[in-house]
């Protein structure tokens, strides 16, 4: 069992920068590839990136330059740093782990709470 519990989220203007954390328990994230998803109103749960138990990083086109997804492994903690950002990134931003490199949420296994990130024009 993961538990996952994202942080950082806030209000930010377009072009800013957020950086948002997600601290795993209960097992060690390095035995998963932790992804990022988003979801803004009314559209469905979106792949933003993840990060494999090497370091390997994979994102979507949409955020690829802009957002980088780096692990702690010692802190079992998760990062999204979010750069020259956007109004269409505006979403609850969630974290995920599971078992395989994949950017379907359903097949992910363990997912945090989420956090708002809203970014102003």
């Known amino acids: 069992q993961v538990q996952l519990v994202e942080s950082g989220g806030g209000l930010v203007q377009a072009g800013g920068s957020l950086r948002l954390s997600c601290a795993a328990s209960?097992?060690?994230?390095?035995?998963?590839?932790m992804s990022w998803f988003r979801q803004a109103p009314g559209k469905e749960r979106e792949f933003v990136g993840y990060c494999m138990s090497d370091e390997m990083t994979f994102y979507a086109d949409s955020v690829k330059g802009r957002f980088t997804i780096s692990r702690d492994n010692a802190q079992n903690t998760v990062y999204l740093q979010m750069n020259s950002l956007k109004p269409e990134d505006t979403a609850v931003y969630y974290c995920a782990a599971g078992t395989r490199a994949v950017t379907l949420p359903r097949l992910y296994e363990y997912w945090g709470q989420g956090t708002q990130v809203t970014v102003s024009s």
């Open positions: 209960g097992s060690m994230v390095n035995r998963y590839i």
